[in-house]
């Protein structure tokens, strides 16, 4: 199937199945908003749900301390629980 005739779902479902991306990293390649690109995850997510393949999250971090432990693996959070810090990674999502 010709790239341009593919949706922007089923691009970003071929990217994730490349490599894992953070929110902020398919936003920027696809050209559109974070929020955007967590609602296109979230619907690959469910698309993947009558295949083999599933979407795999990495959380976020604490880049200070390391904290994984996050109630929302989705969104990023604004500050670690544990130090404070507001250095905290994104999530990243790959299919498998």
């Known amino acids: 199937m010709r790239e341009a005739s593919r949706t922007t779902r089923q691009r970003i479902a071929d990217r994730l ?3 894992a991306l953070a929110a902020g990293e398919i936003a920027t390649e696809f050209d559109v908003q974070t929020s955007v690109a967590l609602d296109h995850v979230e619907h ?3 698309s993947l749900e009558e295949s083999d393949e599933q979407l795999l999250v990495a959380p976020p971090t604490c880049r200070e301390c390391g904290f994984e432990a ?3 693996l989705i969104n990023r959070p ?3 629980p544990e130090c404070k810090s507001e250095s905290i990674s994104e999530p990243a999502f790959t299919i498998e």
């Open 17 to 19: 199945r490349e490599e």
């Open 44 to 46: 690959v997510a469910k």
């Open 70 to 72: 996050f109630d929302d």
């Open 78 to 80: 604004s500050r670690c």
